[in-house]
Nanobody, 121 residues
Framework: VQLQAFGGGLVQAGGSLRLSCAAS???????MGWFRQTPGREREFVVADKRFGLGTFYAPSVKGRFTISRDNAKNTVYLQMNNLKAEDTAVYYCAASVGYHSISSHDYNYWGQGTLVTVSS
């Protein structure tokens, strides 16, 4: 499956953005995740959505502010980000996994190209 992430941009602290991740194939069979990365740091787990609507799990740093959702008919996953903070600034990646539940980037098989989110304070 090929993934393409988009929707990043510059936003003020406290603002919102919605990222999208469009897939070339069916998403319903995949664990879908969002990760983010800043220069010099490892890719960090943000949120993931289990297949078949079996639930979501969030990093503590974004819980209550970010929401993942998917539209299987459009083969698209979304990341709604509210109340953004300067520390949310990063390149955001969507990813697909054949696994069931993982926060490790090593368990994800396919990756989008990344989209930059910059939050100004």
């Amino acid at each position: 499956v090929q993934l393409q992430a988009f929707g990043g941009g510059l936003v003020q602290a406290g603002g919102s953005l919605r990222l999208s991740c469009a897939a070339s194939g069916r998403l319903s069979n995949w664990l879908m995740g969002w990760f983010r990365q800043t220069p010099g740091r490892e890719r960090e787990f943000v949120v993931a959505d289990k297949r078949f609507g079996l639930g979501t799990f969030y990093a503590p740093s974004v819980k209550g502010r970010f929401t993942i959702s998917r539209d299987n008919a459009k083969n698209t996953v979304y990341l709604q980000m509210n109340n953004l903070k300067a520390e949310d600034t990063a390149v955001y990646y969507c990813a697909a996994s054949v696994g069931y539940h993982s926060i490790s980037s090593h368990d994800y098989n396919y990756w989008g190209q990344g989209t930059l989110v910059t939050v100004s304070s």
